[in-house]
């Protein structure tokens, strides 16, 4: 098998769409908080960073499976070389966890119960950090 990736293009790409991602993110805030089109609500939501489930998260998502692919891959060669592949596979299965919990919102579903449990403020307010924290003490 031979896979061949032109990583100026595949960059160029990549910075394409973080480029169009900004600038319309900068519309959209710009509409949001100067221009008053409430007509454009979903729109404006659509291209905000600062929201979920839109176009951002999207390509967020999409850009990790990707990165999960590649790593994959990579552990796919090294196994097949019988090289060290476990580091890469762990790697491209964590990267999968990460576009899957960016699709999902897990991370923001585990809010509510945690904080209500371990009653967090302050610096844990965003509860979610407490139990991935835990699962990276275990992966470390």
């Known amino acids: 098998m031979n896979i061949e990736l032109n990583s100026k293009k595949l960059f160029m790409f990549f910075i394409s769409i973080i480029a169009l991602l900004v600038i319309a993110n900068g519309f959209a805030i710009i509409s949001e908080h100067f221009l008053s089109y409430s007509h ?10 600062d929201k979920e489930m839109n176009i951002p998260t999207l390509y967020s998502s999409c850009a990790m499976i ?47 119960p945690v904080r209500n449990s371990l009653n967090t403020t302050g610096i844990l307010y965003f509860a979610w950090v407490i139990p991935y924290a835990a699962l990276l003490l275990v992966l470390a």
């Open 40 to 49: 454009m609500e979903t729109i404006i939501r659509l291209f905000n960073v």
């Open 66 to 112: 990707f990165a999960s692919l590649l790593l994959g891959l990579i552990a796919y060669v090294h196994f097949n070389k019988s090289e060290k592949y476990l580091a890469w596979a762990g790697l491209s299965a964590i990267f999968l966890f990460l576009a899957l919990d960016e699709m999902t919102e897990l991370h923001e579903m585990l809010v509510g």
